[in-house]
C-alpha cells in the first residue's frame, strides 16, 4: 500500500512539475494563475477531510479531517477576500487541472477503502500531500508572486500548512 501511494504521489509531483514547467516557459505563472492552483489545491484537501470523516471512525484521523476543513476553508476565504479587494479573478491554468485530475484518481482509491486501511492511507496520503504543496509554496509561489499582499498571505498559509504536515506526521505514525 505504501508503495501504491508513494508512485501516486511521485506521479502527481511530475506531472504538476511538468504543468508548472510549461507555464513558466511562457514567463512563469502569473500570481492569478498561483492563486488559482493554491485555491485549488486547498479545495482538494477540504475534499479529502470530507472523505475522511465520511468513511473513518478513527477519533484521530476525524480530528485531523476536522482540522484541515477549519485551516483550508479559512485560507481559501482569506484568498477570496484578497481577491475581493485587488478585484482580480484566478485564472484557471493546467497545473489547476492537473492538480484535480490527480486528486480524483486519489479520492477514487481511497473510496474502496475502509477501517484500518482507510485511516493510513488517508494519514500517507496526507502527509505526502502537504510535504508536496508546502515544497512548492515556499520555493516556487512565495519567490513568483508579485503582489506583496498575495505573497504574504501565501507566507501565512505556508505557516499553517506546516504545522499540518507535522500533525500529519504523527497522524502516519499513529495509523501503523
Do not use: W
Not at 481577491?83 to 492538480?99: F, G, H, I, R, Y
Amino acid at each position: 500500500m505504501i508503495k501504491q501511494i508513494l508512485v501516486g504521489v511521485a506521479a502527481l509531483a511530475t506531472a504538476t512539475v511538468s504543468a508548472c514547467a510549461s507555464e513558466v516557459d511562457d514567463g512563469g505563472p502569473s500570481d492569478m494563475q498561483i492563486a488559482h492552483i493554491a485555491y485549488t489545491a486547498g479545495n482538494i484537501d477540504i475534499r479529502y477531510a470530507h472523505l475522511a470523516l465520511a468513511i473513518s471512525d478513527n477519533p484521530d484521523v476525524r480530528e485531523f479531517a476536522e482540522t484541515m476543513l477549519r485551516d483550508h476553508v479559512a485560507v481559501n476565504d482569506a484568498a477570496l477576500a484578497l481577491l475581493a479587494k485587488l478585484e482580480a479573478a484566478p485564472e484557471d491554468n493546467e497545473t489547476s487541472q492537473v492538480l484535480l485530475s490527480q486528486a480524483l484518481e486519489k479520492r477514487n482509491e481511497l473510496k474502496v477503502l475502509d477501517g484500518a486501511a482507510f485511516d493510513k492511507a488517508y494519514a500517507e496520503n496526507e502527509l505526502a500531500y502537504h510535504q508536496f504543496v508546502n515544497k512548492t509554496v515556499e520555493e516556487a509561489f512565495i519567490p513568483a508572486a508579485d503582489n506583496q499582499e498575495f505573497k504574504e498571505l501565501l507566507g501565512v498559509a505556508l505557516q499553517t500548512f506546516k504545522v499540518h504536515e507535522g500533525h500529519a506526521e504523527m497522524l502516519v505514525e499513529k495509523t501503523k
